[in-house]
C-alpha cells in the first residue's frame, strides 16, 4: 500500500461547480496534512494545511481531516478556470519532519 | 511564506557531467530539503539538508550521486553528479518556516543528454 493515495485523474468539472479532490493515507502516525497546488511549469503552491479532525476552510477552499479513517480531502466551490492544476496531497511525520506526497490529481474547470 | 531562488532554472548538460544546482532564502531557516519531480511523477525527497553537519540521505539516495552543502542557514547546494539521462528531472528545494508548512523554490529543470 502506497503511503499515499489520491484518485486517478484527470478531474473535469464545470465552471462554477464544487471539485471534490480525495487522499487517504496509511501511517497513522502522520501528523500534519497539506494540499498544493502545481500549475504546468511551476512549483508546488501551499494552499491548505489541516492539522486536526473536522473542516478547515480558507475563501473558496475547504480541507476536511479524518484521522480515524486516515482520510483527507479538499473542496473547491465554484470553481474557475484558473484552478485547473495539479493538486498534491502530502502528509508529514513531524519526528523527522519527512513531507510525503500523492502521485497528484489533475483538475480542469472546464469554462 | 518565504522567498526562496534557485540557479539555474533549467540546464542541458552532457552524460557523464556534474551540476551544481543552488537554492537561496531570504532569511534564516531551520530546515531545508531537496526533492526531485521526475516527467509527470510526483515529488520524492532526496535529502534532508543540515547546516554543520551531512546532510540526512532518504532510501535509493546516495551521497556521492548527489553531494549536498549546507554552509549557513540560508543557503544550500545540490551536486547532481555523473548525470545520466535518468537524472533529468525538475529539482527543488524547499524550506520549512513555521508549523511544519514546506515552501518550494521555483525548481531547476535538468536535461541530460
Known amino acids: 500500500q502506497k503511503e499515499v493515495e489520491q484518485n486517478s485523474g484527470p478531474l473535469s468539472v464545470p465552471e462554477g461547480a464544487i471539485a471534490s479532490l480525495n487522499c487517504t493515507y496509511s501511517?497513522?502516525?502522520?501528523?500534519?496534512f497539506f494540499w498544493y497546488r502545481q500549475y504546468s511549469g511551476k512549483s508546488p503552491e501551499l494552499i491548505m494545511s489541516?492539522?486536526?479532525?473536522g473542516d478547515k476552510e480558507d475563501g473558496r477552499f475547504t480541507a476536511q481531516l479524518n484521522k480515524a479513517s486516515q482520510y483527507v480531502s479538499l473542496l473547491i466551490r465554484d470553481s474557475q478556470p484558473s484552478d485547473s492544476a495539479t493538486y498534491l496531497c502530502a502528509v508529514l511525520k513531524r519526528a523527522n519532519s519527512k513531507l510525503t506526497f500523492g502521485k497528484g490529481i489533475t483538475l480542469s474547470v472546464r469554462p | 511564506s518565504a522567498v526562496i531562488s534557485q540557479k539555474p532554472s533549467r540546464d542541458i548538460c552532457q552524460r557523464g557531467t556534474s551540476l551544481t544546482i543552488q537554492c537561496q532564502v531570504d532569511s534564516q531557516v531551520t530546515m531545508m530539503f531537496w526533492y526531485r519531480q521526475q516527467p509527470g511523477q510526483s515529488l520524492t525527497l532526496i535529502a534532508t539538508?543540515?547546516?554543520?553537519?551531512?546532510?540526512?540521505?532518504e532510501s535509493g539516495f546516495v551521497i556521492d550521486k548527489f553531494p549536498i552543502s549546507r554552509p549557513n542557514l540560508t543557503f544550500s547546494t545540490l551536486t547532481v553528479s555523473n548525470m545520466s539521462p535518468e537524472d533529468s528531472s525538475i529539482y527543488l528545494c524547499?524550506?520549512?518556516?513555521?508549523?511544519?508548512?514546506?515552501?518550494f523554490g521555483p525548481g531547476t529543470r535538468l536535461t541530460v543528454l
Open positions: 489541516i492539522y486536526s479532525n
Open positions: 539538508a543540515n547546516q554543520g553537519s551531512e546532510a540526512t540521505y
Open positions: 524547499s524550506v520549512d518556516r513555521d508549523v511544519d508548512e514546506q515552501f
Open positions: 501511517d497513522r502516525v502522520s501528523q500534519s
